[in-house]
């Protein structure tokens, strides 16, 4: 990896990787001592990776759109897998006032 592509993906708090270097360190590292949004990013760089990926290959990619799971053929079709199934009462959506009763069910 090129000096320029580190120092991009390099939190913010650590001023070089001489100091990440020093320290024997695993994810949890960045997590405490830089952008909170750091795992955010790298989450978001290995999906767009992964798509590139699969289109290079000719493989199908998989992902969520209108409710449904989907798959995109390299043809260009696509193909509904599985419906994606929401509770139709959501709680927070509910009207709540004073002196209601909320029943909740114990899950196991």
């Not at 990787?17 to 360190?25: A, I, R, Y």
């Not at 260009?76 to 994606?84: P, Q």
Request: aromatic share 8%; proline share 5%.
């Amino acid at each position: 990896m090129s000096k320029l592509k580190k120092w991009r993906v390099l939190p913010r708090s650590i001023n070089s990787w001489k100091e990440v270097d020093k320290h024997s360190w695993d994810l949890s590292f960045f997590e405490e001592t830089g952008d909170p949004d750091f795992i955010t990013k790298i989450g978001i760089r290995a999906g767009i990776n992964a798509i590139n990926e699969n289109k290079a290959m000719n493989l199908p990619i998989t992902y969520m759109a209108d409710g449904w799971v989907v798959q995109r053929m390299p043809q260009g079709d696509v193909v509904r897998i599985a419906e994606i199934k929401t509770p139709k009462e959501v709680t927070r959506n509910k009207k709540l006032t004073k002196g209601s009763v909320l029943y909740v069910k114990k899950s196991s």
